[in-house]
């Protein structure tokens, strides 16, 4: 770490008494919105929301059980810690061994840059607290696979929990253990401290209470102004979503329109972020007449919505309206992640009472088969769904942060702990950054729709298994015998590739094809053919036993799968074109895309 000289201007003492008497004062009122809001928290009250003390019990029993594996394995650390201090004196006194055997365990994984700074690498007491931390998180990982009597569930819930815990004690996080931090502090007097503070401040106050960590410049960006700008009308609406077509940029487009099913547990203008990564804009360039469901930010109004109202009033309707706004006979349908999945309830509803209005569906990092979900997964149980249900409460929904906080806590060094250095120890301002807007625009959950997802998908897998009903009508996925296209990701976290790849497993029909993409659930889908990124993989038909299998006999492609997802939907509009068609043609418009539902911020209902 560099020990040159502060040439910054001494902050002015009058200054920063003032500075920090605001301080105290806002702490105070912070602080006491918080004790309010616990208070009347209905969600606040469980000791152990996340249902971890179970698996945290055998994981303790088994440490008593076991003393001899335990004395052995601390006995290990604390000579590999020996054996790493000395590797380090003797590195700092011109010696390059590090000791034996430790080299390759104590290296950051490819693509960490927590620890880019050249004090890491070139001063020994952070080159020590570096490697030491590497070597206590892979002590700790193998600690935890060591463990026997856990079931596969309570394995992957105290994985989650260790990987979390490794993240959070990272040297980089804590002022007095970053080099970056400590020479920032030198150069700007503790500047950086009270600014970071400040940050802290503003983003408690804008929780009200609780902390909302920005990621970007939340003022940087207006949705319909910035992001979410293609043409297009709002051409129906109903309590639970706004219907938009969007304006043609062709002369003829494809006959058959196609209708886009978005997720609700955030907005759908990730498919329309801006001119150059907007798939919809694309769409709409390639001749598709396109719609999209704009699902509204629920409050209590919604409170009585259920899964089977939601498909009533989103896709069914949607459909219903695409096809008298169009004249088509039939469409082609698309769902994005939980809008995949209401896609297929939806179709395999339709095919059970003999509607035939979907010519082909899509499905884009998708799940249906939710035995191996991901690390959403990981805290699904009777416990944990009661613990929500108490949280949703007479309300009616689920905050929106709560899915932030859990989305976030995914990926937490990326999305917690970077901007606390960042915001809270640096005392730097966000960037304007699109996709992290996105992110920070988060929706709340219609609470009983919510349960029912969580419960019968996560929880019971009731879809996949053929023991799901709706009002009344039993679903089978094989009875779904529509062609069908299938996109996952290699680094999706949320719908990862195996579980979606199963989904495709299930269906009936014989004309299927999955595409496997570069990235993970957003940037694997939003991949502009312009931008030049990532590859994806292809393979007639759906060949093997699992996803391992499929991809051994899979092609590589570079670029986007755009290109190839488009001469597929050709070919289900049988390569007919019409005359384009002007929004609301038919049913009126009500509205400029992207309406007025999208709009609607959770912290200001």
């Known amino acids: 770490m560099s020990t040159r000289k502060d040439t910054t201007a001494t902050p002015d003492a009058a200054q920063t008494t003032s500075r920090i008497a605001d301080l105290v004062a806002r702490s105070q009122k912070v602080w006491a919105a918080t004790l309010e809001r616990n208070a009347g928290d209905p969600g ?8 971890t003390m179970p698996a945290l019990t055998k994981l303790a029993q088994d440490t008593i059980d076991h003393p001899q594996k335990l004395a052995e394995a601390t006995l290990d650390y604390w000579t590999r810690q020996a054996d790493l201090w000395t590797g380090i004196v003797q590195k700092s006194l011109g010696g390059k061994d590090l000791g034996p055997d430790l080299g390759p365990d104590l290296t950051p994984e490819k693509g960490d840059k927590r620890f880019k700074h050249e004090a890491w690498d070139q001063n020994p007491v952070f080159d020590y607290l570096k490697q030491s931390y590497l070597l206590t998180g892979d002590w700790l990982k193998q600690r935890l696979a060591d463990a026997e009597g856990l079931s596969p569930a309570e394995r992957r819930k105290l994985e989650f929990l260790t990987r979390n815990l490794i993240e959070a004690i990272a040297p980089t996080n804590y002022a007095a253990t970053n080099p970056e931090v400590l020479q920032a502090t030198l150069d700007e007097g503790g500047d950086n401290l009270l600014r970071g503070l400040e940050n802290l401040l503003r983003d408690l106050e804008r929780g009200k209470g609780r902390l909302r960590i920005s990621q970007t410049d939340l003022d940087a960006f207006e949705v319909g102004v910035d992001l979410a700008t293609t043409p297009g009308k709002v051409i129906h609406q109903n309590e639970v979503m706004q219907l938009i077509q969007y304006a043609p940029a062709t002369e003829q487009v494809h006959a058959r ?23 919809i804009r694309w769409l709409v360039g390639q001749g598709h007449t396109v719609f999209v469901i704009s699902w509204i930010n629920p409050d209590q109004e919604q409170r009585g919505e259920s899964w089977a109202s939601y498909m009533r009033k989103g896709p069914l309707t949607a459909i219903e309206k695409v096809l008298e706004e169009t004249g088509a006979d039939k469409l082609n349908l698309v769902g994005y992640c939980i809008g995949g999945t209401m896609t297929g309830t939806t179709l395999a509803h339709m095919a059970a009472t003999g509607d035939k209005r979907v010519a082909s569906a899509t499905f884009l990092t998708a799940q249906l088969d939710f035995s191996d979900a991901g690390d959403l997964q990981t805290f699904i149980d009777d416990e944990m769904i009661g613990n929500i249900e108490a949280q949703i409460g007479e309300r009616g929904y689920l905050a929106a942060e709560n899915m932030a906080d859990a989305f976030n806590s995914l990926r937490s060094t990326d999305l917690i702990w970077g901007f606390v250095i960042n915001n ?47 009002d009344g009508v ?19 976290h949320i719908a990862p590739a195996p579980s979606a790849y199963r989904a ?39 060949k093997g036993a699992d996803l391992a299998e499929w991809r051994e006999g899979a092609a590589e492609t570079a670029g986007s799968w755009w290109p190839d997802w488009d001469a597929w939907l050709v070919k289900q509009s049988r390569g007919k074109q019409v005359p384009a068609r002007d929004p609301g043609a038919v049913l009126g418009q009500i509205e400029d895309a992207p309406g007025s539902y999208v709009k609607v911020r959770y912290d200001e209902r």
């Open 44 to 51: 606040s009250a469980s000791a152990d929301p996340l249902h």
């Open 504 to 542: 495709a497993k299930l269906l009936g029909s014989r004309s299927q094809r999955f595409v496997l993409t570069g990235s993970g659930h957003i940037a694997g889908v939003v991949n502009p053919p312009a931008a030049g990124k990532y590859q994806y993989w292809t393979r007639t038909g759906i």
């Open 474 to 492: 039993a679903l089978d996925l094989a009875q779904v015998k529509l062609p069908a296209y299938h996109v996952a990701t290699v680094e999706d």
């Open 257 to 279: 329109p196609l209708l886009i099913v978005p997720p609700w547990i955030n907005k759908f203008y990730i498919l329309d972020l801006n001119e150059k990564k907007s798939l």
């Open 424 to 470: 809270y120890l640096l005392g730097k301002e966000n960037f304007p950054f699109d996709l992290l807007y996105w992110n920070s625009d988060s929706t709340r959950m219609p609470g009983q729709v919510h349960l029912y997802y969580l419960d019968q998908f996560y929880n019971r897998n009731s879809l996949a298994k053929g023991e799901m009903e709706i």
